[in-house]
């Protein structure tokens, strides 16, 4: 399931539909697909993405999922969206433009959905989108949609500074106060 270097470069730009339903216990929203995403047409297909590992050893789910098992991931509750929706290859192609336009929509798709939390994913692009320059991870003083929001680091391998361990105790905290809210 590895693109060519050429099905990659094609990808620039491509789209990923959002993974959603009503009534989950969270809405994850990314910075924006990779370009293997966009290849794809799967969130965090990049095969060095924690967001898998992650999410198994934070409870979310039973096992360790593939991004293509999307059903799994709706089933354990669980939707992704992003704030920018096209791929590139690395998330400073994007411009704050960008990221801040993508608030209103995550607004109006929260309000659709009805998540228990939106969890954000992405700590510089959040504070970027928002202007909330000193955003830490953890709970956010704000409603996306009408659902309390939270602020995640971005389970990218490139996040060298969030080690899995780290990751998987801030990903259990969302998950305790998911499952109380429903």
């Known amino acids: 399931m590895r693109p060519t270097r050429a099905e990659l470069q094609a990808a620039y730009g491509r789209t990923v539909p959002d993974l959603v339903r ?8 990314g910075i924006n697909p990779s370009l293997t995403s966009g290849a ?3 969130h965090f297909a990049t095969p060095g993405n924690r967001l898998w590992p992650v999410l198994h050893a934070a409870g979310w789910t039973d096992r360790r999922l593939l991004p293509h ?3 799994d991931l709706l089933a ?3 939707g992704i969206t992003n704030l920018v929706p096209r791929a590139t290859a690395r998330a400073d192609e994007l411009t704050d433009d960008e990221l801040r336009a993508g608030l209103p929509r995550l607004e109006a798709l929260s309000a659709r959905v009805r998540p228990r939390v939106v969890a954000l994913l ?3 692009a959040y504070r970027v989108a928002t202007g909330e320059r000193q955003a830490a991870a953890g709970p956010l ?3 996306i ?3 309390p929001a939270w602020l995640l680091p971005n389970p990218s391998g490139l996040n060298a500074s969030w080690q899995l361990p780290r990751l998987a105790q801030a990903y259990a905290e ?3 106060v998911a499952v109380r809210a429903g």
């Open 69 to 71: 098992e999307t059903g």
């Open 22 to 29: 009503p009534g989950l216990a969270v809405l994850l929203c």
């Open 122 to 124: 992405g700590l510089s």
């Open 76 to 78: 354990a509750g669980i």
């Open 145 to 147: 949609g009408g659902a």
């Open 174 to 176: 969302l998950r305790e």
């Open 141 to 143: 003083d704000r409603r």
């Open 40 to 42: 794809l047409g799967l």
